[in-house]
Every structure is written in C-alpha cells, then in structure tokens.
Nanobody, 122 residues
Framework: QVQLVESGGGLVQAGGSLRLSCAAT???????MGWFRQAPGKEREFVAS????????NYANSVKGRFTISRDNARKTVYLQMNRLKPEDTAVYYC????????????????WGQGTQVTVSS
C-alpha cells in the first residue's frame, strides 16, 4: 500500500521551475513533513521540512531562497515549489512523513514515498 505519492517531477532547463506534490493519508500526513532527494551515486540528503502549522520551515543551504515547502492539511498534501533550478538539483525527490517535528535528519521520518525524478539540464 502506497501511503505517500509524489508527483510533479520532470525535465526542465536550468533556471526553470517545478512544483512537486505529495499526497498523503491520514496515517502518513504527520505533524511534520519533509522533502529529501537522492542523486545518482550519492546519499539521500535533506531538502526541506515543515511543521503542522507551517510556523517552522527548514531548508538545506543549497536550496534556501529557491525552494519553498508548503502544506494543505485539509487536502493532506505537501508541496515543494522549486524555482531557479540548477543542474545540481537533479535527483529523485522523496516525500517523508512520520516525524514529530520538521527534522533535517532522514532518520526522524518513518514514511517515505516512491520518489519523483527531477532532471535539470544545463
């Protein structure tokens, strides 16, 4: 049973934008949600996280100012707006849930989506 489903990935030119969506269930749409990414041959890394009321958001330094995380609790959906994309943003992006707080550590999350591919060409 897939309980977190990412969508919105694709192929874009550098400088372009994409908006990722993560559809969750009542079980997986936790107080804190996050986005992580994994590029080929690299470890999974933190991208962004958000608290229930969106009072607290965290961003990796590499994406701060370009990416924006948001959530719609009524729709049980979390979003990642990605602007001014760079080739180094190319990765599979994963939605994460199950954390009590908007942790930057992947180990804080217990639910993961299947991932959506983002490819940024130069």
């Amino acid at each position: 049973q897939v309980q977190l489903v990412e969508s919105g990935g694709g192929l874009v030119q550098a400088g372009g934008s994409l908006r990722l969506s993560c559809a969750a269930t009542e079980r997986t749409f936790s107080p804190a949600m996050g986005w992580f990414r994994q590029a080929p041959g690299k470890e999974r890394e933190f991208v962004a996280s958000i608290s229930w009321g969106a009072i607290t958001t965290n961003y990796a330094n590499s994406v701060k100012g370009r990416f924006t995380i948001s959530r719609d609790n009524a729709r049980k959906t979390v979003y990642l707006q990605m602007n001014r994309l760079k080739p180094e943003d190319t990765a599979v992006y994963y939605c994460a849930g199950g954390s009590r707080g908007p942790d930057v550590r992947s180990t804080a999350y217990t639910y993961w989506g299947q991932g959506t591919q983002v490819t940024v060409s130069s």
